[in-house]
């Protein structure tokens, strides 16, 4: 019998609660019903925050329903599958678990159960963009054998409900946030840390704990490869905790000389992506960096940190048969339309400062109005001050962080020289439309927040096509 055949066995006629109806969870339901489980299904959303026939829907399959302000309160299940973002030490659930229930979540089962290889992406930058490029290459160099490659974690679809399907040889790629990763005892067989600066400090202790979650990723690996940023400061001293048997490959684009040579690494040189095998002492052409439709150099480590994960598995060419078609993700530095000579970017996937710094980098030296501000997840926003004042000729702030936006800009040194205009416009669309109003044929406008989503938005994904949506309009 396999685990998933055991596990299907032992959650029948089992009480399990379901914490959180969102994407990880709501498409568990019929598959822990169809395997005879008693769910019952929690939210903080109140009832009437719910399509009713949503929640009709539920209650005539028998699910039990706990929703409102004290869904957390007096749970009693064998099982508890939690959301993401619910904390594993929220005091109800440690109650719970005193009281003999297991917690766990649909990524942790997923992992543990599912008979398939499983390869890890997280990063505070670039994980979206990194994952995809993983999952695309791999189903490149497996597109006429047996092996299927899935995708999914943070992005696309929750996967556990498929592990039935899966065979050994199969692949999953996942993308993994601090939040999945905060309670996950289980690790992929590869991993990429793409790099890691202050985020969701709203949710997470402090920095230190958000660091520890990153590193979560392989800490239960056995025999596994970890690739790490070599120039971000913080991913480059994780090798040193990396679990016996465990293989650490670099990437970089910078320093490279500063990589000793018994590691494999990833770098650039010359205008060309290079790979030092350390095995064969060989440093090895795999592309231009040209060859990468994607602009900005965080794309180019994104390129590098695959590359990294899967050299000596995927054929060199198919490194740069992607590099060469892949146009990007929806909400990253996105092209939405030109109108009147100016360029509109949807980036609204820029929900931290370095990741709205590594998207005014990719536009070089010309100057954007760029929108900016959401919701205040309580990190540090001085960083990006110069960043800003130097890549920017009008900035538009809304939301939460507006304030902060501003102070940061005005107080940076290069504001001294370099001022860019600022507006504060509190309506997103009000926003959008003023930055339409200030540009200018040749110009660039682009949406990047630097900020969450969720002071007006569910999510990143909505804001942007809000974004798009207006700007269609204008």
């Known amino acids: 019998m396999t685990r998933l055949e055991e596990f299907f066995e ?14 990880s969870n709501t498409p568990l339901i019929d598959f822990l019903l169809s395997h005879g489980a008693r ?5 903080k959303k109140e009832r009437d925050g719910f399509d009713p026939a949503f929640i009709s829907a539920l209650e005539g399959k028998g699910v039990s329903l706990c929703l409102g302000a004290d869904y957390l309160d007096n749970i009693d299940a064998d099982i508890i599958i939690k959301a993401p973002g619910i904390r594993k030490d929220a005091p109800a659930l440690v109650r719970a678990v005193e009281n003999g229930a297991l ?12 008979p398939c290889e499983k390869l890890a992406i997280t990063g505070s930058d670039g994980k979206t963009t990194s994952t995809t490029l993983v999952h695309l290459m791999l189903s490149e160099h497996y597109k006429d054998t047996d092996t299927k490659v899935y995708v999914g974690g943070n992005i696309g679809k929750p996967l556990f409900s498929l592990s039935g399907e899966m065979k050994k040889e199969d692949i999953a790629v996942l993308e993994l946030s601090s939040f999945q990763l905060h309670a996950m005892q289980a690790s992929p067989s590869g991993a990429i840390i793409t790099n890691v600066a202050p985020n969701h400090l709203d949710w997470h202790t402090d920095y230190g704990e958000y660091i520890e979650s990153k590193k979560r990723i392989f800490s239960f690996m056995d025999n596994g490869t970890v690739v790490l940023n070599f120039k971000n400061d913080v991913t480059r ?6 679990p016996h048997g465990c293989r650490v490959r670099y990437f970089t ?3 490279a000389g500063m990589i000793p040579d018994l ?8 205008g060309g992506i290079y790979v030092w095998d350390s095995e064969k002492g060989e440093k090895i052409h795999i592309m231009d960096v040209s060859d990468i439709l994607l602009p900005g150099v965080h794309n180019v480590e994104n390129y590098m940190g695959a590359i990294a994960l899967l050299y000596g598995r995927v054929d060199i060419s198919v490194f740069k048969r992607i590099a060469q078609s892949f146009g990007g993700v929806a909400h990253r530095i996105e092209l939405v339309r030109e109108k009147d000579g100016v360029k509109y970017y949807n980036s609204s996937i820029d929900s931290s400062p370095s990741r709205t710094m590594a998207a005014l980098n990719a536009f070089g030296d010309k100057k954007v109005i760029a929108i900016m501000g959401g919701y205040d997840k309580h990190i540090p926003y001085d960083v990006m001050g110069d960043c800003v004042c130097k890549h ?4 538009v702030l809304t939301g939460a962080t507006a304030e902060k936006i501003h102070n940061a800009i005005i107080g940076c040194e290069s504001a001294k020289s370099e001022l860019p205009e600022i507006y504060m416009e509190d309506d997103f669309a009000s926003a959008v439309k003023l930055a339409h109003s200030l540009a200018k044929s040749g110009d660039v406008v682009i949406l990047t927040p630097a900020s969450a989503s969720f002071d007006k938005f569910k999510n990143f994904e909505e804001r942007g096509e809000r974004f798009k949506e207006i700007v269609r309009e204008l």
């Open 39 to 43: 769910v019952c299904a929690h939210d």
């Open 10 to 23: 032992y959650i029948s006629g089992k009480k399990t609660a379901l914490l959180g109806l969102g994407i």
């Open 263 to 270: 590691y494999t690494s990833v770098y650039t040189d010359n």
């Open 392 to 395: 920017t000729r009008a900035v």
């Open 253 to 255: 684009s910078e320093d």
């Open 237 to 242: 001293e994780m090798a040193a905790e990396l």
């Open 103 to 114: 917690l766990t979540s649909e990524m942790e089962l997923f992992f543990k159960l599912s």
